[in-house]
């Protein structure tokens, strides 16, 4: 696991934990912080997975 796919896994947890919050308090701005938290974390695992991509690429050209 690189550093983007730690940050993100990171992020989608506290994402998921200010998600459950907002809804056992009934705060709709914590669940929708929680929610956007989430996302950001996708989108981090996913760069991670394209510069996996552009790695394994690279050391296929190279060998």
């Not at 992020?11 to 912080?33: C, M, Q």
Request: charged share 50%; hydrophobic share 30%; aromatic share 2%.
């Amino acid at each position: 696991m690189d550093k983007e796919h730690a940050k993100g896994a990171g992020k989608e947890a506290e994402g998921r934990a200010k998600k459950a919050a907002g809804e056992l308090t009934g705060n709709d701005k914590l669940k929708g912080e929680g929610e956007a938290d989430k996302a950001e974390g996708k989108v981090r695992k996913a760069a991670g997975d394209v510069k996996d991509a552009f790695k394994d690429d690279k050391n296929k050209k190279a060998s």
